[in-house]
């Protein structure tokens, strides 16, 4: 995606110029060093790596690379027209299939459709066997255990009305939260697992005595080591100054410290995580860090910090590896790139805040369409380890999916390296089936379909897929993005929308 937004040759010389020859010269090793890097992060299993080294030993043909930027501009505006849609006509957004074909248990469970071009390109993105799995999770959560919780008067959908004189213990009771807790378990049993597994490999590694791996950075290309150090300590005492003044000194300090030495582990297991299988388990590992400040007897608020801080290393870590990792297939300079995040963390500060503010003034957090199921989990967490309000009977299932939870990660380390390719097949993945029971299947469907989109598309015409397909995704995902801030300034100042035919009663979540 960068090359072609930025027109690089795909071959180049130590000074940045094309060189012709490159593909006659080019070293062995850089070519089993680019085939290695592929094979680990997962992108070589998925394209094929003889049709990947292919291309990449060739130079972007003019012509081709035109047609690229045209998929990548149709492909934006299609999206940005679907969501200028949502705008004017709202109920486009979720559309109520149940409705139609007189099937109104999916309506009542969410099972609707937001034909949402931006998710059908993060289906596209993510692959399907992280799509089959999140659908897996979608049919559990909200077509069995759901239905059986309601039906034995475990949980209970709750009116407007009757919202506003619940208990905290019938709120934490609706079939939305019951389900929230078994994905919970999954998460923090996968989590867990994969944790101890991470240091298993860790520690056989260093037993082993490897020799350190070559980095192929110029001496003068590398971040000074008193840089990235300075950075870490300064940026650790400001956290610890700053948060418990945030929160008029509510939050201990020593609990500030705690959570991040314990950002610091769980960052190992974020970047694992996330490189193996392009997803960051940062609400898991989170879960973690809630977990072990409770049993040192903190509050709700030092739970929902300590937990942020935790999640918040994990997510930093995982994005800031992925950036690392494309600079360094492009043979990219790691100071260069190193000023670049200074420089995008200090304008995102403002940025954040800035959007942050736009979009609560214009919604309420925690209605439709922003009802921030995460966020509801995450305090459902914390007030459960505080006051232990647990929905009714959900424990004996969230002890058996957890368990299957935990096993996954296990399953998947015995296998022989041999039969790997089959059993990933087999087995789904633990976040994406967690991921997919807590949010509403509306959410879930989009990226399925864009799986399969991308599935065909590859069978039927693999060149073509190969030229084009992660283009048009990223148009469909920049499309949505970029627009939905235009649509926030139409509703701060309070452009109408036309109010043609009427809205599913099931609110989206997961947006």
Not at 123 to 138: D, P, R, Y
Not at 337 to 346: D, L, R, Y
Request: with cysteine; aromatic share 10%; proline share 5%.
């Amino acid at each position: 995606m960068i090359k072609v937004l930025h027109k690089c040759p795909t071959n180049v010389d130590s000074d940045g110029e094309e060189d012709d020859s490159a593909r006659e010269s080019m070293n062995l090793a850089l070519v089993e060093e680019r085939s290695s890097l592929m094979k680990e992060s997962g992108f070589a299993e998925y394209m094929g790596i003889d049709s990947i080294m292919k291309y990449y030993e060739e130079n972007l043909d003019e012509t081709l690379w035109q047609k690229k930027w045209t998929a990548l501009g149709v492909s934006f505006g299609a999206s940005a027209v679907i969501t200028l849609l949502f705008y004017f006509i709202p109920v486009t957004r979720n559309l109520p299939i149940g409705t139609w074909i007189h099937v109104p248990f999916l309506v009542t469970w969410g099972w609707n459709l937001t034909p949402s071009l931006s998710y059908v390109g993060q289906g596209m993105i993510m692959g399907l066997h992280t799509n089959v799995s999140m659908l897996l999770g979608a049919i559990t959560g909200w077509a069995i255990l759901g239905p059986i919780s309601v039906n034995n008067g475990w949980s209970k959908f709750l009116s407007k009305t009757e919202m506003d004189t619940a208990t905290s213990i019938q709120k934490a009771s609706q079939p939305s939260n019951w389900i929230l807790w078994i994905a919970l378990s999954i998460l923090i049993c996968e989590a867990i697992t994969g944790l101890l597994i991470l240091v298993i490999k860790v520690v056989h590694s260093l037993a082993k005595r490897r020799p350190a791996a070559h980095d192929p950075a110029l001496p003068h290309q590398l971040v000074p080591t008193w840089a990235w150090v300075s950075g870490l300590v300064a940026s650790c005492i400001l956290c610890v100054v700053l948060i418990p003044s945030i929160f008029n000194w509510k939050v201990l300090w020593y609990l500030v410290v705690f959570s991040l030495f314990l950002s610091f582990i769980v960052s190992i297991l974020a970047v694992k995580s996330l490189g193996e299988t392009d997803l960051n388990p940062v609400s898991g590992v989170g879960k973690i860090s809630q977990i072990l400040v409770a049993f040192l007897g903190a509050d709700i608020l030092t739970s929902l910090v300590s937990g942020a801080i935790a999640e918040a290393g994990a997510s930093q870590a995982g994005d800031l590896m992925q950036d690392l990792k494309t600079a360094h297939i492009l043979k990219a300079s790691p100071r260069a790139m190193f000023i670049g995040q200074m420089v995008g963390s200090i304008s995102s500060i403002f940025f954040s805040v800035f959007a942050y503010k736009m979009y609560s003034t214009i919604h309420t957090i925690g209605t439709p369409p922003f009802t921030a199921p995460t966020a509801n989990l995450w305090l459902d967490t914390a007030r459960a380890l505080r006051h232990k309000e647990i929905p009714h009977s959900v424990i004996p299932f969230c002890i058996a999916f957890g368990i299957i939870g935990g096993l996954l990660p296990i399953i998947e380390a015995l296998v022989p390296v041999k039969h790997k390719k089959k059993i990933h097949w087999i087995l789904p993945n633990g976040i994406a089936f967690a991921i997919g029971m807590y949010i509403t299947p509306n959410w879930t469907i989009p990226r399925f379909i864009g799986a399969l989109i991308n599935v065909i598309w590859k069978k039927g015409w693999k060149q073509s897929h190969l030229n084009y397909m992660i283009i048009v995704a990223s148009g469909f995902v920049l499309g949505e993005g970029m627009l939905s801030i235009l649509t926030a300034g139409f509703k701060a100042f309070g452009i109408p929308v036309w109010d043609i035919g009427c809205v599913s009663q099931q609110s989206s979540s997961g947006h």
